[in-house]
Nanobody, 121 residues
Framework: QVQLVESGGGLVQAGGSLRLSCAAS????????MGWFRQAPGKEREFVAV????????AYADSVKDRFTISRDNAKNTVYLQMNSLKPEDTAVYSC??????????????WGQGTQVTISS
């Protein structure tokens, strides 16, 4: 069973950048598509980005397209989310998840604990 641990969250000013990492334990990391989701206080969980098992296919929410980039390094069992041009509305807890290639959170069976991202205006 894969276990996921996110890191890289923090407090940055609007317009800044952060890179989130999600490290996976276990030998089957490359058999999962990986997604990033976020949840702001009082709001529902929201799809952010997904990458397929090989890293060759990605998809993004419209709200982050052209600002965020998802990537993975299967040799390091890690998936990344590079976030640029951050906005206050990007403030949320960001979680990575392992599962099937999908924008739907129900397609993912393994979740990390989340990392807080706060963007100040």
């Amino acid at each position: 069973q894969v276990q996921l641990v996110e890191s890289g969250g923090g407090l940055v000013q609007a317009g800044g950048s952060l890179r989130l990492s999600c490290a996976a334990s276990g030998r089957t990391f490359s058999s999962y598509s990986m997604g990033w989701f976020r949840q702001a206080p009082g709001k529902e969980r929201e799809f952010v980005a997904v990458i397929n098992r090989s890293g060759g296919t990605t998809a993004y929410a419209d709200s982050v397209k052209d600002r965020f980039t998802i990537s993975r390094d299967n040799a390091k069992n890690t998936v990344y989310l590079q976030m640029n041009s951050l906005k206050p509305e990007d403030t949320a807890v960001y979680s990575c998840a392992a599962g099937q290639y999908s924008e739907y959170y129900g397609s993912y069976g393994i979740w990390g604990q989340g990392t807080q991202v706060t963007i100040s205006s």
